[in-house]
């Protein structure tokens, strides 16, 4: 297994809220909860030229369309825009699941 080194495009950039973030505050490499923060400030840094795109797919395990998916999202929506729901169609089923009730189709 060989050592990846980070050379970072830029020592600092503006996150989300306005901090200054760093490499230091990324998420932990190989992150699998990506709450709506940790999304965004992934995405400033990346836009930010604190990691490189290829890195931070590579870093994460994200795949670039996953990626655009997360910065069209904020770009639409801000922070809200980054909040994962289940989709529509499968919502009663779960309700159902959870509740042990029949739910009218």
């Not at 060989?2 to 760093?22: C, E, N």
């Not at 230091?24 to 965004?40: E, F, H, M, S, Y």
């Not at 990346?46 to 998916?69: D, H, K, T």
Request: aromatic residues 4%.
């Amino acid at each position: 297994r060989t050592m990846m080194t980070t050379l970072a495009l830029t020592s600092h950039v503006i996150g989300p809220d306005g901090d200054v973030l760093t490499l230091a505050d990324l998420p932990p490499q190989g992150t699998i909860r990506w709450v709506p923060r940790k999304k965004a400030r992934l995405v400033a840094a990346v836009c930010g030229g604190l990691i490189s795109l290829n890195e931070a797919c590579e870093r994460y395990r994200l795949s670039p369309e996953e990626f655009a998916a997360w910065k069209n999202a904020l770009d639409d929506a801000g922070m809200k825009g980054l909040w994962v729901t289940r989709p529509r169609h499968r919502r009663p089923l779960l309700l159902q699941d959870a509740q042990g009730l029949e739910l009218p189709p």
